[in-house]
């Protein structure tokens, strides 16, 4: 059974329809990555997912639960995670209350989930006291991400992580990305650095237009001579 399957999914703003039909499944195990031009409807399909945006139709089914539509707030707790592209950091707290704003659902201690995280990022480690807006793009993306996993998610949506970072911060993120999915943690991103995405995707997605138009591995899709020319620039 996949982690997350989603089929025949319509949705818009506004009575504008951005999707029309898609589909897409992966495993816990996986790291997706949807991938296509501007205004296909990349992210509207991850906001769709945590209930950001409404579907006019489709499926969405989480570790076998039907969940389109449910509010984010109800997501959480079965242990999805959204990242937005902006504003996914408290610019006036500190790294660890940004943090620590990541387990408001949680009623145990956690302590141990928090000292994973700082493992994981260690440059959140040496500024915890200091307040995420006077970070460094690179290291607010690692806030973001960081308090999403306080939530022990069992799958990871992220939207455009790397976008507006430097070439260093790209690497970073990217690496952290896979450090979470070894972790346990299934990832579904959308990525304009579709070239550096697609080499470590272990299920690729093109979307055009709000609809599939290809998918299979990543590596696979670089290697599709029609991917390349139409979507990657040759």
Not at 37 to 49: D, E, H, R, V, Y
Not at 93 to 119: H, K, Q, W
């Amino acid at each position: 059974m996949s982690l997350i399957a989603v089929s025949g999914l319509h949705a818009g703003y506004g009575g504008a329809p951005i999707l029309h039909g898609v589909d897409l499944a992966i495993e816990a195990s996986d790291i997706g990555v949807i991938v296509g031009p501007n205004g296909a409807g990349k992210s509207t399909i991850l906001k769709t997912i945590f209930g950001l945006v409404t579907a006019s139709a489709g499926s969405i089914q989480f570790g076998g639960r039907e969940i389109v539509n449910a509010e984010p707030d109800a997501l959480v707790p079965l242990g999805l995670s959204f990242v937005p592209q902006e504003f996914n950091v408290f610019t006036s707290m500190t790294v660890e209350e940004n943090l620590e704003m990541g387990a408001y659902i949680r009623r145990d201690d956690f302590s141990p989930t928090m000292r994973s995280v700082y493992a994981m990022f260690p440059d959140l480690a040496a500024k915890r006291r200091q307040k995420a807006g006077e970070l460094s793009g690179g290291q607010r993306q690692m806030v973001a991400m960081g308090r999403a996993l306080m939530s022990q998610p069992k799958l990871l949506l992220l939207d455009e992580p790397s976008a507006g970072l430097s070439p260093i911060y790209v690497s970073q993120v990217f690496a952290q990305v896979k450090k979470i999915n070894a972790s346990g943690v299934g990832i579904l991103m959308v990525e304009q650095n579709a070239r550096h995405a697609l080499a470590f995707a272990t299920r690729g997605f093109v979307i055009v237009g709000g609809e599939n138009r290809f998918e299979g591995s990543g590596p696979a899709l670089l290697a599709d001579p029609e991917v390349g020319r139409a979507f990657l620039g040759g």
